[in-house]
């Protein structure tokens, strides 16, 4: 069983650029697609982007494409949300998930991570 634990959320402005981490335990990190979803006040959760076991196979959301970029580190048991040229409405709490098969069924889900924008 997987539990993932996300981090490095934060405010930043419009244009700017901010990481977030999702920390897996486990030694079977390596097995699961890692994916990231999002969810703004008063949306419903939203795709962001999935990264298949080896890294090798990434995918994205068209409101992100060309601006976060996903990775995956096995050896660290970690994946990377890098977010660039941000927007405000990219202002939501940001979940990292593990499933299996890709596209994935996500079984296990972090707690979240709060990412605010300023205009």
């Known amino acids: 069983q997987a539990q993932l634990v996300e981090s490095g959320g934060g405010l930043v402005q419009a244009g700017g650029s901010l990481r977030v981490s999702c920390q897996a335990s486990g030694r079977t990190f390596s097995w699961y697609t890692m994916g990231w979803f999002r969810q703004a006040p008063g949306k419903e959760r939203e795709f962001v982007a999935a990264v298949n076991r080896s890294g090798g196979s990434i995918v994205y959301a068209d409101s992100v494409k060309g601006r976060f970029t996903n990775s995956r580190d096995n050896a660290k048991n970690t994946v990377y949300l890098q977010m660039n040229n941000l927007k405000s409405e990219d202002t939501a709490v940001y979940y990292c998930?593990?499933?299996?098969?890709?596209?994935?069924?996500?079984?296990?889900w972090g707690q979240g991570t709060q990412v605010t924008v300023s205009s």
């Open positions: 998930a593990a499933g299996l098969g890709f596209p994935a069924k996500y079984d296990y």
